[in-house]
């Protein structure tokens, strides 16, 4: 299984950015994928979640301004992120989880991607 996480970069605040990660090596459309962040000394956690049939997961924090979807014809899950803040400056991480629910906690996920940085100037 590979997943790659692509769409990271500088940006201001304010500014939107798009993240894409292609999954290979496994059945796409069985998988619950999230998008998760760590930043330097905190703990990894939750974005935003994503089942198969479209149910949809997010941190408080981003809530109104990050959407998730996914292209399961493409093995593809996206994170659209508008109104780019400073503390949204992390690592972020694309994983999977063959379940059918959403998936809140990084432990539970069986796949990662190697990640992709955003940082975001005020």
């Known amino acids: 299984v590979q997943l790659v996480e692509s769409g990271g970069g500088l940006v201001q605040a304010g500014d939107s950015l798009r993240l894409s990660c292609a999954a290979s090596?496994?059945?796409?459309?069985?998988?619950?994928m999230g998008w998760f962040r760590q930043a330097p000394g905190k703990e990894r956690e939750l974005v935003a979640a994503?089942?198969?049939?479209?149910?949809?997961n997010y941190a408080d924090s981003v809530k109104g301004r990050f959407t998730i979807s996914r292209d399961n014809a493409k093995n593809t899950v996206y994170l659209q992120m508008n109104s780019l803040k400073p503390e949204d400056t992390a690592v972020y991480y694309c994983?999977?989880?063959?379940?059918?629910?959403?998936?809140?906690?990084?432990?539970?996920?069986?796949?990662w991607g190697q990640g992709t940085q955003v940082t975001v100037s005020s």
């Open positions: 090596g496994l059945t796409f459309s069985w998988y619950t």
């Open positions: 994983a999977a989880v063959l379940d059918s629910t959403v998936r809140i906690h990084w432990r539970e996920y069986d796949y």
């Open positions: 994503i089942t198969s049939g479209g149910s949809r």
